[in-house]
Nanobody
Framework: QVQLVESGGGSVQAGGSLRLSCAASGLTFGTYAMGWFRQAPGKEREIVAAISWSGYTKYYADPVKGRFTISRDNAKKTVYLQMNSLKPEDTAVYYC????????????????WGQGTQVTVSS
């Protein structure tokens, strides 16, 4: 049974930082691409960042480029999202996902999803 468990969310003021973690179990972690996605109230789920199984290839959505960093530790079966210079528009539920994907940015190719962690950025 595959489980993805996110942690590290919370409330922070604009300009602050948070580090999200996603611990995986029940899958051969080192063979899966991992992605971070977010969904704000009334909006569709969107990709934030993704990383290939090896960690060599990364994708970032334009709104987070230069502020967020995705990384992974295959030995710990964990993917991270370091979020700096947070803005109120970053407020959302953040989800991690795993998949054998042809394109890191293609949301429908991610097979397994976590339950999400809330990030709230106040101005």
């Amino acid at each position: 049974q595959v489980q993805l468990v996110e942690s590290g969310g919370g409330s922070v003021q604009a300009g602050g930082s948070l580090r999200l973690s996603c611990a995986a179990s029940g899958l051969t972690f080192g063979t899966y691409a991992m992605g971070w996605f977010r969904q704000a109230p009334g909006k569709e789920r969107e990709i934030v960042a993704a990383i290939s199984w090896s960690g060599y290839t990364k994708y970032y959505a334009d709104p987070v480029k230069g502020r967020f960093t995705i990384s992974r530790d295959n030995a710990k079966k964990t993917v991270y999202l370091q979020m700096n210079s947070l803005k109120p528009e970053d407020t959302a539920v953040y989800y991690c996902a795993a998949g054998i994907v042809g394109g890191l940015h293609i949301i429908r190719e991610y097979e397994y999803w976590g339950q999400g962690t809330q990030v709230t950025v106040s101005s």
